[in-house]
Each structure stands twice: as C-alpha cells, then as structure tokens.
C-alpha cells in the first residue's frame, strides 16, 4: 500500500510553509508537456513561452501583478487545445497535432496562404479526388470553422483555468490569445489596446518560441518585424527587439534544462505553493482537457475515477488510499493527448500501425506523470490499466503478480466506463451486458477479486444510472 499522502497546510502567494512544499510552477509546467503534446509542440514549446514572455515584461518593466498572470498565461494557453481536436482532425482529415503545429508557421489571416496549406495538408495519402473535396470542405467552411475552432478553444481555455483558481487577468489573457493588433484575429475581432496586455504579450511569444525553436532567432526576428502593427503589438515587438540579441536572453531559452530557467523568473513575490485541495484540481482540470480530445470520452476520466473509489472502498482501501487512485483514474488517459484523433475516433478496426499509436498513449501517461512528484507515485499503476492478468495487454506486457492491486482496480473501472458509453461504431451497454462481458474475463484479464467487489459496489450504489446522468463538465 502506498504511503499516506503528507497533508500540507494552505499557503497564500508568496509565503511558504515548510521547506518541503512545492511550488505551483514546478507542477504546472511538468504538466505543461501534456498540453505541448496535444497542441502539436515540441516538448518545453509552453515552458520556453514563459520564459520569453518573462523577458518581455522585465523589458517593459511591468508590475509583478502582471507578471505572474504573464507567468501562469503562458503555461497554461493552450488548456483548451484539446477541445476542438476533433473537429480540425475531421476538417483537415489529417493528424490534427501536425496540423496544429504547422500552422503556426504561416500567416492563417492570408486567403492564398491558406488556401495553399489546406491544399498541401489535407487528406494527405488519400487520391486526388479525395484530396480535392476535403479542400473544398475547408474551403467552405473557413470563416465559421476558424472562427469556431478558435473559439471553443479560448474559452474552454479560459474557463479551465478559472477553475483552477488563477486570477481574471490570467483567463482574460488566454480567451484574446489569438486576437491581432490590426483586429484580424478571432474569435472576438479585439484590435489595439482593448486587447488584454498579457494577451499580446503572449501571443507574441509563443509566435517566437515557434520560429525560435524550427527556424532559429534570425527567423523569429524577421516574423515579429513583419506582423508588427498587424498581428503584434508594435511595443512589445521593440521590447522583443532590444533584447533578442542579449547573450543572458538567448542563454535562457537555448538551456538544456528550461524548467530550472522559468522557476528563476518566477515573480518571488508572487510565487504560489500546493496543497492537496490543488493537487486536486490540477488533477480535474486535466482530466477535463484529456476527455475534451474526443467526444466519445466526454466525462471518461472522472467516471474512471469514481468507479475505481467505489472498487477501492468496496475491498477495504484506506481513504488516503482510495484519494490517490482517484488521481490516478483522472489521469490515467493523459497520454491519450499524444495520440491522433484519426486514432481515436476511429469508427473501424484499427491497422496494426494505428494500433501501435493506441498503445503509445500508457507510455505517454508513464512519462507524463513521472514528472510531478506527488503524480510520480502512482505514475506506473495509472498506465498500467491496459495490461491483462495472462500478459496479453500493454504497454509493458505485465502479467500475474507483477500487476498491482490499484492497476487491476482501473482497469476494471477503465472498461466499465468504455462499455456504459456511447462509440462511433456501437452504443452503450447496459449494466447487464458491461458485467457479464467484465465477468468473463475474470481470472484471464481481470482480478476476481476486483471483479466481484465490481459486482458488488455496482449493486449497491445503481452505478449504471449515475453514469449515464451525469451532467455535462
């Protein structure tokens, strides 16, 4: 059984309770790179963002205020990211993550610039004719799918990140995120000042870290010249200016270590530290953005959760116990971010290369959760809930004993969940068909003995019903 989890005291910004208390950044930007994954990024893409938009407001000269909502606002930008996943994989028809990154690469405002992208992006292996009719769908459908695209994503940004407690000015920069200076951005037109100073800060520093990391400084110096006075501020692109060319500018976003460089920025007297109630919702924030990548996983990982609770009161499981497996099945599908929505929502069988992606995601979960101390405990049985007790799951082809207890509990709770809902190639089974399908796999892929204390916590609480009425996140 793990060990009890160490309560810690709350905090306010800018004091510290003991010397082992961790800071929201350190947790914040580990989990950034889920955010890098599902944004098309390369790993440290929000991390170095901060680092460049710190540098930004140090030139500028802004108030500490301002940079800790500048701090958390780049970090956390593309939090809704992995909501209009699916609609720009099915627009496009294409890898939506390469999509993603690529695009912003171009100037998406110019017609003939995109048209051109969509022309050489979408449908990409499929026949000629293929090809042509999804441009034409894009073409189509532009200006309401940008607009729309871009849309859901700020505000579903904006509204998690509320959730999470950060300040209004920190929200209100990631909802004008992609608004442009000429007033030729989305989703609300904004132009000059009446957009949020931290939103154009932002948006000129993840622009830069883009250029910065494919094309190098030059590249990124010569973008932010170019959409000066149209996409960008012309204040911060002179503040970009007078230091791009700074050796402790470049030093900070070329370090092998980019995590290490943005704690030193961190406004000190700003600084904010965790407790479990924010683990906690770290946590459901983050499951929310994992169930946003498909809709056929709406409320996944929180009814994962709430079924492996009920499995683990079920058995006998301490609270503290029961508290960390409801972490874990929030974010036992992180890796699922890393992984395509032509993928995941596909209607048929999967080739055994797509099959290969699938199975990518438990590694990513391994990965990503290792990188937060307290996610760190349960980062091996949260991605283990696809391996089976005879050794035929994956990733890691575990069989027998060498599967814990709190694996075996989300997996269980994993295919309850999977079964109850609705797929684009079969609807929902009721509670009947879900246990009898989990009851035959008893003692070959499932635990007996979570298996029957399934059985049992089903009984008792109606579970099929609460699945099925849950209200919307």
Known sequence: MPAPLKKQPYVAPGECANDSAIRLSEVISAMSYALDLVGGHRE???????????????????????????????LLKDLGCSSNAARMCSLFQADERKIKHDIRLIDWTSQLTTARFSMSNARRGGSFTERLKAVLGIAVNKEEASRGLINVRCQRGADITSMLGFPQQTADA????????????????????????????????????????EHGIDAACRVA??????????????????IARAPEFLAAIHHTDSRQVLQSLEPHNQVRWVDEEKYDRVALAFSQVIDAKSPWTLRHSEGVAMIAVGIADTLGLSSVHAKEIHRAGLLHDIGKLGVSNLVLDKPGKLTDEEFSQMQSHTRYTQSLLKRVSVFERFADYASAHHERLDGTGYHRGLKGGEITLEARILAVADVCEALTADRPYREGMSAEQTLAIITADSGSAFCPEVVEAFAHYQDSCNLFEQLKNRPAP
Not at 47 to 69: C, E, F, N, P, W
Not at 182 to 211: D, H, K, M, W
Not at 225 to 242: C, H
Request: charged share 15%.
């Open 44 to 74: 440290n893409h929000a991390v170095r963002t901060a680092i460049i938009g710190q540098h930004l407001a140090m030139q500028l000269k802004l108030d500490t205020d301002t940079q800790s909502a500048l701090f958390y606002a780049a």
């Open 174 to 213: 990631i909802l004008a995120l992609d608004e442009h200076w000429n007033g030729n951005g989305q989703p609300l037109g904004l132009s000059g000042s009446s957009i949020p100073l931290v939103a154009r800060i932002c948006s000129l520093s993840q622009t830069l870290e883009v250029f910065i990391t």
């Open 225 to 242: 010249t170019q959409r000066r006075g149209k996409w960008f501020d012309p204040e911060i692109v002179s503040a970009f200016s007078a």
